[in-house]
T-cell receptor, first 109, second 114 residues
Framework: GQNIDQPTEMTATEGAIVQINCTYQ??????LFWYQQHAGEAPTFLSY????GLEEKGRFSSFLSRSKGYSYLLLKELQMKDSASYLC??????????FGGGTRLMVKP | GAGVSQSPRYKVAKRGQDVALRCDPI?????LFWYQQALGQGPEFLTY????????KSGLPSDRFFAERPEGSVSTLKIQRTQQEDSAVYLC????????????FGEGSWLTVV
């Protein structure tokens, strides 16, 4: 089966850096995805990692360690519009994504 | 169209009523997924199509839930005899297929059963 854990809520200050962690236990591994979801909207794709290491994309970076079953999403220079839920998802042996419960990030002025 | 389109966006159903939710995937996308998302939770997998073939329906919560994609494009999720616990957002996603490729979500159909 699949088990994906991430913190339920986090709070950070505008302009700061925040790291959202995700740990997983899955049968088979074909990549780890991060999605952003604003309230009432569709999840939108942020990043994809299949090999160990850091992937940087502008203000957002994502890290993967397959041996530890661990990933994090790093958000730099936080903006108010970054307040949203961040979903960690793993693609296992099949083709579908299994999601964690999401981390609700609140950015304060 | 440019993105995944779902309809209706909002549906209020009386308990016991049947509902049908439609998904128009991105043109040419082979893979199509249905997810159920309760308030404050992550999406839960329901079912997966590759073209017209339903390859995985292990997430459908009961035999009241049925999905089809007869021509390998538009898909319909049908819920028979709706119950209050069916109230959720139903998300459709599509992808080009292949193990590493991402999937793109529609805005969802918000179902409330009263």
């Amino acid at each position: 089966g699949q088990n994906i854990d991430q913190p339920t809520e986090m709070t950070a200050t505008e302009g700061a850096i925040v790291q959202i962690n995700c740990t997983y236990q899955t049968s088979g591994f074909n990549g780890l995805f991060w999605y952003q979801q604003h309230a009432g909207e569709a999840p939108t794709f942020l990043s994809y990692n299949v090999l160990d290491g850091l992937e940087e994309k502008g203000r957002f970076s994502s890290f993967l360690s397959r041996s530890k079953g661990y990933s994090y999403l790093l958000l730099k220079e936080l903006q108010m519009k970054d307040s949203a839920s961040y979903l960690c998802a793993v693609k296992g042996a099949g083709n579908m994504l299994t999601f964690g419960g999401g981390t609700r990030l609140m950015v304060k002025p | 169209g440019a993105g995944v389109s779902q309809s209706p966006r909002y549906k209020v159903a009386k308990r016991g009523q049947d509902v049908a939710l439609r998904c128009d995937p991105i043109s040419g996308h082979v893979s199509l997924f249905w997810y159920q998302q309760a308030l404050g939770q992550g999406p839960e997998f329901l079912t997966y199509f590759q073209n017209e073939a339903q390859l995985d329906k292990s997430g459908l919560p009961s035999d009241r839930f049925f999905a089809e994609r007869p021509e390998g494009s538009v898909s319909t999720l049908k819920i028979q005899r709706t119950q209050q616990e069916d109230s959720a957002v139903y998300l459709c996603a599509s992808g080009v297929g292949g193990s590493g490729n991402t999937i793109y979500f529609g805005e969802g159909s918000w179902l409330t059963v009263v």
